[in-house]
Nanobody
């Protein structure tokens, strides 16, 4: 059973920074794209960022472009999301996910492994 475990969430003031991490339970994602999604209370889950298996392509939601940076370290089975200049509207549960394709994709239907989520709360 593959597990993805997120960490790094918490309470941060607007304008501050936070770094989310996601570790896979075993080495199997070297050839898979990875992504971050989030879900705010009362809203549907939405795409945040994605990265290809070789880290040569990344895509971001317009709402986070220029503020968030996605990265991965395949040698550590890890995915990261650096969140800078956070805003109250970034408050949500953040999920990491592994896709069944190697190219970066925003489409959640391509992701077949999901973490349990980590809460990020941004105070104004």
């Amino acid at each position: 059973q593959v597990q993805l475990v997120e960490s790094g969430g918490g309470l941060v003031q607007a304008g501050g920074s936070l770094r989310l991490s996601c570790v896979a339970s075993r080495r199997m994602f070297w050839n898979n794209a990875l992504g971050w999604f989030r879900q705010a209370p009362g809203k549907e889950r939405e795409f945040v960022a994605t990265i290809s298996y070789r880290s040569d392509n990344t895509y971001y939601a317009d709402s986070v472009k220029g503020r968030f940076t996605i990265s991965r370290d395949n040698t550590k089975n890890s995915l990261y999301l650096q969140m800078d200049n956070v805003k109250p509207e970034d408050t949500a549960v953040y999920y990491c996910a592994a896709a069944r394709v190697s190219g970066a994709t925003q489409n959640p239907s391509y992701y077949n492994y999901w973490g349990q989520g980590t809460q990020v709360t941004v105070s104004s």
